[in-house]
């Protein structure tokens, strides 16, 4: 998240958004949403054969981050960069690297995993990319800020597509996902791929009428 003063910044954004809206009116937000239970410990298997193959140490000794270079990486490769840059190497420690089945996978929470699967290809504007939070609030989380600012939400069980609602990007995941990565279990079983984009209906409730004064109610 990239505000200013991050969460902060943001809730006073939607603050003002509400105060601006008239009783009834809508603010459609279209973003980037983190899982639900981003804590949970998951595997990340990266390929490296779609690209460059480098080592975690071999990656430390190479500052270059222009695109062109990042560009011709492995899947693997990128994670490795991925893993010292995003948010200045705030979670550089936060994954667990081993070998499984005669490959490479690493055990990181889910959070984490969905960071780097957002991000593994925007390698031209990495370290803009590398700067942001994709995963910081879920959908629930949205869901209640924009609560607690007075908007009310608005859903359609019936007609999901018509309503607030997150989904996973099909392209991403035919184009980027498949034979580059897998996000499996602990117990090495896939896992379903996390959302990608979410859609926010948030409307601001009309304002009640006011009461009918006493000669009113008479008539």
């Not at 009834?24 to 298997?45: K, N, S």
């Not at 031209?124 to 609560?147: A, H, I, V, Y």
Request: charged share 35%; aromatic share 12%.
């Amino acid at each position: 998240m990239k505000f200013g003063d991050g969460e902060k910044s943001v809730c006073n954004y939607l603050a003002e958004k509400f105060r601006q809206l008239r009783p009834g009116g809508r603010l459609v937000i279209r973003d980037v949403v983190g899982p639900d239970d981003g804590e949970r410990e998951v595997l990340l298997w990266c390929s490296d054969h779609d690209g460059r193959k480098l080592t975690r140490t071999e990656t430390e000794n190479l500052p270059d981050r222009n695109s062109a270079a990042l560009h011709g990486l492995s899947s693997q490769s990128r994670f490795y960069f991925f893993a010292r840059d995003f948010r200045k190497g705030q979670y550089s420690n936060d994954f667990k690297e081993q070998r499984q089945k005669d490959r490479t996978i690493f055990r990181l929470t889910l959070c984490l995993a969905a960071e780097f699967l957002s991000k593994k290809d925007y390698v031209d504007n990495w370290s803009s990319e590398m700067n942001e939070e994709f995963c910081f609030w879920t959908f629930g989380e949205w869901k209640r800020k924009l609560k607690n600012v007075g908007f009310e939400i608005y859903e359609n069980p019936n007609q999901p597509a018509g309503g607030s609602r997150v989904y996973t990007n099909p392209w991403i995941v035919e184009k980027r996902h498949k034979g580059h990565v897998e996000l499996l279990d602990l117990e090495e079983k896939a896992l379903p791929w996390p959302p990608t984009n979410m859609i926010l209906v948030a409307e601001k409730p009309m304002e009640p009428r006011p009461a009918p004064s006493g000669r009113e109610r008479k008539r």
